[in-house]
T-cell receptor
């Protein structure tokens, strides 16, 4: 596996609580992404980063925020978790803009909001 | 909305048979990629085909791309039980900095 670590791997939280998921890479790749995976929907992009402090929204960004203060870490925050945010979250990285290279994925974080 | 849609959603075959999965997409692309996901794991890149390519091979994998029909197919020849997984196509396009994934095909290879 590429040097990507997601933490935690599993989390159960209550509705209305804040949650932060962490993605850490050791590859020094410029691009980092957060996706969520739900049955019947495949992977949907939440937010991505194209450099330190440079982030942009994906197709399902509502209710999520991100931060990237250094190359190796990309944080995803659910400010006030809702049951609809129960999902498996994947972090991915790529060296170049996606058109020319593959993306490497972390092992995923299973989040349950009760 | 999903850029790529795979067909079929699920496929069950016997070991040794070939497996074909299709992907359709909506907008123009720079390239199309196929990924594999084993149960409970992250996605792993299989193969990339550029928009100016029509066919590409990698081991037992054969990918075709028809940009006029906005479709691609992934053929796995001589399938093995270890090929059991979900397979996703992913596309990017002009101005997009992230891959857009389809909903995937679940492949079950019976030993």
């Amino acid at each position: 596996d590429a040097g990507i670590t997601q933490s935690p791997r599993h989390k159960v939280t209550e509705t209305g609580t804040p949650v932060t998921l962490r993605c850490h890479q050791t590859e020094n790749h410029r691009y980092m992404y957060w996706y969520r995976q739900d049955p019947g929907h495949g992977l949907r992009l939440i937010h991505y980063s194209y450099g330190v402090k440079d982030t942009d929204k994906g197709e399902v960004s509502d209710g999520y925020s991100v931060s990237r203060s250094k190359t190796e870490d990309f944080l995803l925050t659910l400010e006030s978790a809702t049951s609809s945010q129960t999902s498996v979250y994947f972090c991915a990285i790529s060296a170049k803009v996606s058109s020319n290279t593959e993306a490497f994925f972390g092992q995923g974080t299973r989040l349950t909001v009760v | 909305s999903q850029q790529g849609e795979e067909d079929p959603q699920a496929l069950s075959i016997q070991e040794g048979e070939n497996a074909t999965m299709n992907c359709s997409y909506k907008t123009s692309i720079n390239n199309l990629q196929w990924y594999r996901q084993n149960s409970g794991r992250g996605l792993v890149h299989l193969i990339l085909i550029r928009s100016n390519e029509r066919e590409k091979h990698s081991g037992r994998l054969r990918v075709t791309l028809d940009t006029s029909k906005k479709s691609s197919s992934l053929l796995i020849t001589a399938s093995r039980a270890a090929d059991t997984a979900s397979y996703f196509c992913a596309t990017d396009g002009t101005g997009r900095r992230a891959l857009t994934f389809g909903s995937g095909t679940r492949l079950q290879v019976q030993p």
